[in-house]
């Protein structure tokens, strides 16, 4: 489907090739024990498949016309996404995700100007978009996976990146995925991204964080046990073995420590693990 507005660019390269998967990783009520490429049915269909699913309305942002002019051409063949704008940069970004309110924000993390981080973060202070009840979610684009660009984006608030190599295939599902409020690239990947930033750069001081006993007051002692598991990359039903519990119970926790933490998905908390030392760097 078609139909954008508000486009600048420069030319460039860069066309989606054959390699980079993805895995699409649930919010609290997902089981985030399988891993692949396919998200089924997309988002707003119904269990019986009987009705039509939403249309995702998508934002490009990246300073590569050749590259943006790609990914318009495989999401056009979907009958469930329609791109409502592009940008070439992350004030053009801002400013085109403003007025036009998509679900998905396509966002190159390296940009001449106004990085992808910076965007990122303005994009998730705005309030509810025209066609979604909530921010656009945030699936950041990159060349590399251990890039510490990618690490500060998901920080800022992205649902998961997505490497611009990615099977066609792939982009659609990852869309799919992250406009039905999933995160986009598995929990163990987004902590060896970490741990590799972590390892490389000198701390920074964060004096408008809060201090750790009072981010993680608020969680039970198991809740605290199933966030550190969910940091170090393990699936619901590893946490379910490892802690021997039912699944249901897992998801219990899960969703009450997102709820408590005000975190959005797996990729966040993972981060939170880290950054509130739940999970030391050489943690197996």
Same mark, same amino acid.
């Given at each position: 489907?078609t139909?954008?507005? #508000?486009v ?7 066309v989606?090739?054959?390699?980079g998967?993805f895995?699409?990783?649930?919010g609290?009520? @997902?089981? !985030?024990?399988?891993a692949g490429?396919?998200?089924g049915g997309g988002p707003g269909?119904d269990?019986a !498949?009987?009705?039509s699913?939403? /249309?995702v ?7 590569q016309?050749?590259?943006?002019t790609a990914?318009?051409?495989i999401l056009d063949q979907?009958?469930?996404?329609v791109?409502?704008g ?5 004030d053009?970004?801002?400013?085109v ?7 998905v ?5 390296r940009m ?10 303005? /994009? ?5 978009g025209?066609?979604?009840a909530?921010?656009p979610?945030i699936? /950041? ?8 660009y ?5 920080r800022? #608030?992205?649902s998961?990146?997505?490497l611009?190599?990615?099977l066609?295939?792939d982009?659609?599902?990852a869309?799919? @995925? ?8 598995a ?5 060896r991204l970490?741990?590799h930033y972590?390892?490389?750069a000198? $701390?920074e001081?964060? $004096?408008e964080?809060s ?5 993680l007051?608020?969680l039970?002692r ?5 966030l550190t598991l969910i ?9 379910a073995?490892?802690l021997h519990l039912?699944a ?25 693990g880290y950054e509130? #030392?739940l999970? $030391?760097?050489?943690a197996?």
């Amino acid at each position: 489907m078609t139909g954008s507005e #508000g486009v600048t660019g420069s030319e460039g390269v860069g066309v989606p090739g054959r390699t980079g998967a993805f895995t699409a990783t649930g919010g609290p009520g @997902a089981s !985030g024990d399988s891993a692949g490429s396919a998200v089924g049915g997309g988002p707003g269909t119904d269990a019986a !498949g009987g009705t039509s699913p939403r /249309i995702v309305r998508v934002v490009l942002v990246d300073d590569q016309a050749l590259l943006r002019t790609a990914f318009r051409l495989i999401l056009d063949q979907a009958d469930d996404i329609v791109v409502v704008g592009e940008a070439a940069d992350g004030d053009s970004g801002v400013a085109v995700v403003e007025r036009t309110g998509p679900d998905v924000v396509l966002m190159d993390v390296r940009m001449p100007g106004t990085d992808g981080i910076e965007a990122t973060r303005r /994009i998730r202070a705005l309030g509810g978009g025209r066609s979604t009840a909530v921010r656009p979610r945030i699936l /950041i684009l990159t060349t590399f996976d251990l890039d510490e660009y990618v690490y500060e984006a998901l920080r800022a #608030g992205a649902s998961g990146f997505l490497l611009k190599d990615a099977l066609a295939e792939d982009l659609l599902s990852a869309v799919r @995925a992250v406009a039905s409020g999933e995160a986009v690239t598995a929990p163990s990947v987004t902590r060896r991204l970490i741990a590799h930033y972590l390892d490389r750069a000198e $701390p920074e001081p964060r $004096p408008e964080a809060s201090p750790v006993p009072d981010r993680l007051a608020v969680l039970t002692r198991r809740e605290r046990e199933v966030l550190t598991l969910i940091a170090r990359g393990r699936t619901n039903g590893e946490i379910a073995a490892e802690l021997h519990l039912s699944a249901g119970t897992v998801r219990t926790h899960i969703g009450r420590i997102f709820a408590k933490l005000q975190l959005r998905d797996r990729v966040q908390a993972v981060i939170l693990g880290y950054e509130c #030392g739940l999970v $030391p760097r050489a943690a197996p």
